[in-house]
């Protein structure tokens, strides 16, 4: 029998006190967290998304 695991949610790899990382509305599911009536894969259900920002 082949043990369930949790899928990695990459967008909640960084944190919000790395220079350059700030947090955004899901661009899939656009921070409902739910696409077509499933949690979304992209943010993990939360809506939010870290995000690189870069300076100019």
């Known amino acids: 029998m082949?043990?369930?695991s949790t899928p990695k949610?990459?967008?909640h790899e960084?944190?919000?006190d790395?220079?350059?990382?700030?947090?955004?509305p899901c661009g899939a599911c656009h921070?409902?967290?739910?696409v077509e009536?499933?949690?979304c894969t992209v943010c993990g259900g939360t809506g939010r998304?870290?995000?690189?920002?870069e300076g100019g």
Not at 19 to 24: A, F, K, Q, R
Not at 31 to 34: D, E, H, L, P, S
Not at 49 to 53: N, S
């Open 37 to 39: 009536g499933q949690r």
């Open 9 to 11: 949610n990459h967008a």
């Open 49 to 53: 998304v870290f995000q690189c920002i």
């Open 18 to 24: 790395v220079l350059g990382v700030g947090e955004s």
């Open 31 to 34: 921070g409902t967290g739910m």
């Open 2 to 4: 082949q043990e369930a």
């Open 14 to 16: 960084a944190s919000l």
